[in-house]
């Protein structure tokens, strides 16, 4: 079974945009961690933010938020007020505590049209 | 800069050979995990080691293997290539910490196999 669902292949903002990528997730653990990270065309793979899942406030770092509903099972990332340079691939990840591991989503393509 | 060091960059082969791809972790890291991103099957985790022991396998074929040496730098060996081998691996680090614990990526490697 899927572990990490990003149902948006390929998404399209305008610069200076906010934009929501979609993540959902499934895990039985109460402890897990949840990331973002960034693939730009030049292959690198960039870590963006982390969640816990006991952390009550939703992460943000600069630009980068992620709006977690514990409930859901869901770990969406925002980026507001997008850029030229934020075209890429975005991939959502998880560690359970127990497994040890990271998997990873399929990713999305965000493009982001001037 | 992560920090991760991966070596070669890229590396163009021949069906039925071996190489060998390397990774220094970042300084103070214990954790080396071994990733391969194809176009068809996104990032596939191989393989995660701590502190020179094997913590968790996961889609490794047979063909590859690998290790970490007492420096905590790794090595992944594949050989008897095949065309489908060809991919772009990552090596990651992380400090092994639970709940806080960030998959930190090397710029990959990638194998073309002809």
């Known amino acids: 079974a899927q572990k990490i669902t990003q149902t948006q292949p390929g998404m399209f903002v305008q610069e200076k945009e906010a934009v929501t990528l979609d993540c959902t997730y499934d895990?039985?653990?109460?402890?897990?961690?949840l990331f973002w990270y960034k693939q730009p065309s030049s292959g690198e793979m960039i870590f963006l933010i982390y969640?816990?899942?006991?952390?009550?406030q939703n992460a943000t770092e600069g630009r980068y938020s992620l709006n977690f509903q514990k409930a859901r099972k869901s770990a969406n990332l925002v980026i507001s007020a997008s850029q030229l340079g934020d075209s890429a691939m975005y991939f959502c990840?998880?560690?359970?505590?127990?497994?040890?591991?990271?998997?990873f989503g399929p990713g999305t393509r965000l493009s982001v049209l001037p | 800069d992560s920090g991760v060091t991966q070596t070669p960059k890229h590396l163009i082969t021949a069906t039925g050979q071996r190489v060998t791809l390397r990774c220094s972790p970042r300084?103070?890291?214990?954790?080396v995990y071994w990733y391969q991103q194809s176009l068809d099957q996104g990032l596939q985790f191989l393989i995660q080691?701590?502190?020179?022991?094997?913590?968790a396998k996961g889609n490794i074929l047979e063909r590859f293997s690998a290790q970490q040496f007492p420096d905590l730098h790794s090595e992944l060996n594949l050989s008897s290539l095949e065309l489908g081998d060809s991919a772009l691996y990552f090596c990651?680090?992380?400090?092994?910490?639970?709940?806080?614990?960030?998959?930190?990526f090397g710029s990959g490697t990638q194998l073309s196999v002809l």
């Open positions: 300084s103070g890291d214990l954790s």
């Open positions: 895990t039985s653990d109460q402890s897990y961690g």
């Open positions: 990840a998880m560690r359970e505590t127990y497994g040890q591991n990271f998997v």
């Open positions: 990651a680090s992380s400090e092994y910490r639970d709940r806080d614990e960030k998959l930190f």
């Open positions: 080691y701590y502190n020179g022991e094997e913590r």
């Open positions: 969640q816990g899942s006991y952390d009550e």
